[in-house]
T-cell receptor
Framework: KQEVTQIPAALSVPEGENLVLNCSFT??????LQWFRQDPGKGLTSLLLIQSSQREQTSGRLNASLDKSSGRSTLYIAASQPGDSATYLCAVVSSNTGKLIFGQGTTLQVKP | NAGVTQTPKFRVLKTGQSMTLLCAQDMNHEYMYWYRQDPGMGLRLIHY???????AKGEVPDGYNVSRLKKQNFLLGLESAAPSQTSVYFC??????????FGPGTRLTVT
């Protein structure tokens, strides 16, 4: 059974820092991996989608990497800003079931 | 183009009461999903639909029923609410199974 784990559960950094969020998954048979952002009381917004054949994707200050063989992904946020404060969720699409399996999320606070 | 909308936004139920959550999408998507989000648990799939008139069980379907009579709507029903169903419920839709657009959520409290 696919399990997705995100570490740390919470992170607090001063503005301007570069930071890395981690995601690990137990079954390498994935179709793709996605990173989502969730603001308090809101729904999920897709940030980056990495296909299983890709190694990384970039969007602005965000860079996500995928190492399928080791079951790991990282989300790198450059020059963090208070507006980046949110919960970041990692999810994989299982090749076997076609379903999204979510991690528990990392709650990020960027202090001015 | 409203995307994915959910009704209601908040609801408080007493144990044993019933209710229906409505999800609507205006993007002509085939796939629709209902998730619940609990603290420390991430999102878990309750039921899903791969097209009008179809439904299937997800990871945590017990205590819930769904219907997809119209392509644009996906209803989630609780026949006899229990405190364990206190959660935030998210609906999502997509044209492809791995691309999902999420609604804003419904916060349900069962006392």
């Amino acid at each position: 059974k696919q399990e997705v784990t995100q570490i740390p559960a919470a992170l607090s950094v001063p503005e301007g820092e570069n930071l890395v969020l981690n995601c690990s998954f137990t079954d390498s048979a994935i179709y793709n991996l996605q990173w989502f952002r969730q603001d308090p009381g809101k729904g999920l917004t897709s940030l980056l989608l990495i296909q299983s054949s890709q190694r990384e994707q970039t969007s602005g200050r965000l860079n996500a990497s995928l190492d399928k063989s080791s079951g790991r992904s990282t989300l790198y946020i450059a020059a963090s800003q208070p507006g980046d404060s949110a919960t970041y969720l990692c999810a994989v699409v299982s090749s076997n079931t076609g379903k999204l399996i979510f991690g528990q999320g990392t709650t990020l606070q960027v202090k001015p | 183009n409203a995307g994915v909308t959910q009704t209601p936004k908040f609801r408080v139920l007493k144990t044993g009461q019933s209710m229906t959550l409505l999800c609507a999408q205006d993007m002509n998507h085939e796939y629709m999903y209902w998730y619940r989000q609990d603290p420390g648990m991430g999102l878990r799939l309750i039921h899903y639909s791969v097209g009008e008139g179809t439904t299937a069980k997800g990871e945590v379907p017990d205590g819930y029923n769904v219907s997809r009579l119209k392509k644009q709507n996906f209803l989630l029903g609780l026949e006899s609410a229990a405190p364990s169903q206190t959660s935030v419920y998210f609906c999502a839709s997509g044209q492809l199974p791995y691309e999902q657009y999420f609604g804003p959520g419904t916060r349900l409290t069962v006392t």
